[in-house]
T-cell receptor, first 115, second 115 residues
Framework: NAGVTQTPKFRILKIGQSMTLQCTQDMNHNYMYWYRQDPGMGLKLIYYSVGAGITDKGEVPNGYNVSRSTTEDFPLRLELAAPSQTSVYFC??????????????FGSGTQLSVL | GNSVTQMEGPVTLSEEAFLTINCTYTATGYPSLFWYVQYPGEGLQLLLKATKADDKGSNKGFEATYRKETTSFHLEKGSVQVSDSAVYFCALSEGGRGSNYKLTFGKGTLLTVNP
């Protein structure tokens, strides 16, 4: 059971570099989310998607972009990395089913440092 | 907007001790409430939930009651184990008709249980 898979697990970037954090899920979930987790600050929603071709901004979208060309994949793009983007990034998904919509399944995270 | 406030950690207990982690919330309407748990090196996973006032969510010996009058959802366990050591997050969903059920998380409380 793969669930939600994120790659890479760790990455160090230099200021101004770009990268894509990959996220894929094999549960046929419609909803997908990107969160960042800063120490002592909990999780903040960056972007979310309610289905293929549909994305929307969350609480902290600046400096990031997303796309959702398939149900399975929801990559997060950092175009010009900044030290403020040093964080742990979590991808999550949930089903369309009303009862389980709020049961998010999380990947194991990507630890990103921007130096 | 919606917000969740958790008690500050870290919390350190001996095995078999009683656990309470406080959580209060601010929301418009009638949110659903959740506790998520994050074990070391892993993503978050749903521990329990309650969808309306006076509901009690329970799982793995943990329980929490949705108290609308005090806007609280405190997590309790009668006898903790070393394996309960983790970070615990209280969360609420916007819910409501037409919502994509985005979650708002608290900052998390680190629990360490010593043998």
């Amino acid at each position: 059971n793969a669930g939600v898979t994120q790659t890479p697990k760790f990455r160090i970037l230099k200021i101004g570099q770009s990268m894509t954090l990959q996220c894929t899920q094999d549960m046929n979930h419609n909803y997908m989310y990107w969160y960042r987790q800063d120490p002592g600050m909990g999780l903040k929603l960056i972007y979310y998607s309610v289905g293929a071709g549909i994305t929307d901004k969350g609480e902290v979208p600046n400096g990031y972009n997303v796309s959702r060309s398939t149900t399975e994949d929801f990559p997060l793009r950092l175009e010009l990395a900044a030290p403020s983007q040093t964080s742990v990034y979590f991808c999550a998904s949930s089903s369309l089913d009303r009862v389980n919509r709020e049961k998010l399944f999380f990947g194991s995270g990507t630890q990103l440092s921007v130096l | 907007g919606n917000s969740v406030t958790q008690m500050e950690g870290p919390v350190t207990l001996s095995e078999e001790a009683f656990l309470t982690i406080n959580c209060t919330y601010t929301a418009t309407g009638y949110p659903s409430l959740f506790w998520y748990v994050q074990y070391p090196g892993e993503g978050l996973q749903l521990l329990l939930k309650a969808t309306k006032a006076d509901d009690k969510g329970s799982n793995k010996g943990f329980e929490a009651t949705y108290r609308k009058e005090t806007t609280s959802f405190h997590l309790e366990k009668g006898s903790v184990q070393v394996s309960d050591s983790a970070v615990y997050f209280c969360a609420l969903s916007e819910g409501g008709r037409g919502s994509n059920y985005k979650l708002t998380f608290g900052k998390g409380t680190l629990l360490t249980v010593n043998p």
